[in-house]
Structure formats: C-alpha cells, structure tokens
T-cell receptor
Framework: KQEVTQIPAALSVPEGENLVLNCSFTDSAIYNLQWFRQDPGKGLTSLLL?????REQTSGRLNASLDKSSGRSTLYIAASQPGDSATYLCAVPITGGGNKLTFGTGTQLKVEL | DTEVTQTPKHLVMGMTNKKSLKCEQH?????MYWYKQKAKKPPELMFV???????INESVPSRFSPECPNSSLLNLHLHALQPEDSALYLC??????????????FGSGTQLSVL
C-alpha cells in the first residue's frame, strides 16, 4: 500500500525566505506526482504535476523536483510571500488506479510579515 | 471556464434528514470524484465516475449515495448520517480517467455538520 509522508508538518518563515517542502512515497512505481495548495476550509488548487519521466517542473516562484528511485519530491518556493500561507499537499496515483490519488499528510505553511 | 462549482458551501443537518450536495463543471471533463476531508487530514477518495458510470466506490457506507445525471453534474445524496460524517466534502474533475497524467480540478467544497 502506497504511503505518502510530508515533512515538516508545519513551517513558519519570515517573508522573503526561500523554502523547501518535502514529500516521500513508499512505492516508486508512480506515473506522476502532483503538488496542491489548500487554503483553510477551501478546495485544493493544483500547482504542479511532474510526470514520471521528468525530473522537475517550474511555475513562477515554484519549482518541484521528482526522484522516483529514492521515493522523494521537493517543492521549492522562492521569495516567499504572506499570500503563500496555506497547506501544501503532494499526491501520487495508485498504481493501476488511473487518477485514484493518495495524498500526503500535508505541510502547513505560514509566511509572516 | 476552469471551475468546479459546489453547492451549498455550508450544510447543517440532523441525523434523520435527507440532503444532497451538488457539483458542476463545464470543462468537458469525463471523470468526476467525491472526496471527504476531516479537519487537518488529507482528502480521502469516496467515489469516482468515469463517463457517467460509477467506476470506484471506496467501500463507502450506503447512507452516502452518488449520482451522475450527465457529464457535467455530480450529486451526493445524504441520508441518516452520523455526527462522525461531519467533514469537508470535495468534488473534483479531470479530463479523463484513462490517461495517467491528468490534473485534478477541485471545487471549494461543502462543509457539512451533522448534529
């Protein structure tokens, strides 16, 4: 059974700092890995999707990397802003399960002025 | 239009009530999903519809009954719920389940409280 873990569980940083969020998964036979953002009491917004053949994806100040062999992904946020405060979740599809996703435990990020 | 719209945003119901959650998307997506999320936990998959047919039921109790009237709409009918069913219910859609590299688009959810 795929297990997805994210560390740290919570993170508080001052504005402007560069930061890294970590995601680990136990079954490396994944098709892709997605990073989502969730604001309190709201739905999820897809940030980046990395296909298994890729090593990284970039969108604005966000950069996500994927190392399948080691079962790890990182989300790098450059020049963090208070508006980045949210919970960040990574998710991987269950092997043979199409878009049936297993979500990580999440990292709650707070960027302070 | 890249939105998934869920109504209502908030719902309070008693254990004997019958209510329905609604989800709508106009992106032409052919896969739609219901997820349940308890506070400070990751979302958990409940149901998947692919081309208007139920393809996955994650052993959800029968007091939750999904319905997909057409390719744009997804309902979740609720009956005789328990207080532990209180959670954020999220609807999502994707272009198609056949592909393995599909982004999911989520609605903003319905916050359900069962008294």
């Amino acid at each position: 059974k795929q297990e997805v873990t994210q560390i740290p569980a919570a993170l508080s940083v001052p504005e402007g700092e560069n930061l890294v969020l970590n995601c680990s998964f136990t079954d490396s036979a994944i098709y892709n890995l997605q990073w989502f953002r969730q604001d309190p009491g709201k739905g999820l917004t897809s940030l980046l999707l990395i296909q298994s053949s890729q090593r990284e994806q970039t969108s604005g100040r966000l950069n996500a990397s994927l190392d399948k062999s080691s079962g790890r992904s990182t989300l790098y946020i450059a020049a963090s802003q208070p508006g980045d405060s949210a919970t960040y979740l990574c998710a991987v599809p269950i092997t043979g399960g199409g878009n049936k996703l297993t979500f990580g435990t999440g990292t709650q990020l707070k960027v302070e002025l | 239009d890249t939105e998934v719209t869920q109504t209502p945003k908030h719902l309070v119901m008693g254990m004997t009530n019958k209510k329905s959650l609604k989800c709508e998307q106009h992106m032409g997506h052919r896969a739609m999903y219901w997820y349940k999320q308890k506070a400070k936990k990751p979302p958990e998959l409940m149901f998947v519809y692919s081309y208007e047919k139920l393809s996955i039921n994650e052993s959800v109790p029968s007091r939750f009954s999904p319905e997909c009237p057409n390719s744009s709409l997804l309902n979740l009918h609720l009956h005789a719920l328990q207080p532990e069913d209180s959670a954020l219910y999220l609807c999502a859609s994707s272009r198609g389940q056949a592909g393995t590299n599909e982004k999911l688009f989520f609605g903003s959810g319905t916050q359900l409280s069962v008294l």
